[in-house]
């Protein structure tokens, strides 16, 4: 069964900073173009950042220069870490995984950022 597991979400003053986490089963993590998604409360889910299996990155303009996305493939894990944090990031952050076309999705952790 494949999983993608979330964590590292929570409630944080604006300017502050965290880091998610998303583990991935073995078979699928380091030939996968691994992603963070955000949905805020009646908005459509977004792309917040991407890296692909070579390490290329892309990132939505409003957190470009706030956010890293990095990979470890030997603990199977994609990281989003989020610093200068805004009240309007404040949302699910979901994890994404796409293996040979096959998309899979976490459950999602919800972030909220206090002004």
């Known amino acids: 069964q494949v999983q993608l597991v979330e964590s590292g979400g929570g409630l944080v003053q604006a300017g502050g900073s965290l880091r998610l986490s998303c583990a991935a089963s073995?078979?699928?993590?380091?030939?996968?173009?691994m992603a963070w998604y955000r949905q805020a409360p009646g908005k459509q889910r977004e792309l917040v950042a991407s890296i692909t299996s070579g390490e290329g990155t892309q990132y939505v303009d409003a957190v470009k220069g706030r956010f890293t996305i990095s990979r470890d493939n030997a603990k199977n894990t994609v990281y989003l870490q989020m610093s200068s944090l805004k009240p309007e990031d404040t949302a699910v952050y979901y994890c994404?995984?796409?293996?040979?076309?096959?998309?899979?999705w976490g459950q999602g952790t919800q972030v909220t950022i206090s002004s």
């Open positions: 073995r078979s699928m993590f380091s030939v996968s173009t």
């Open positions: 994404y995984c796409n293996r040979f076309g096959v998309v899979y």
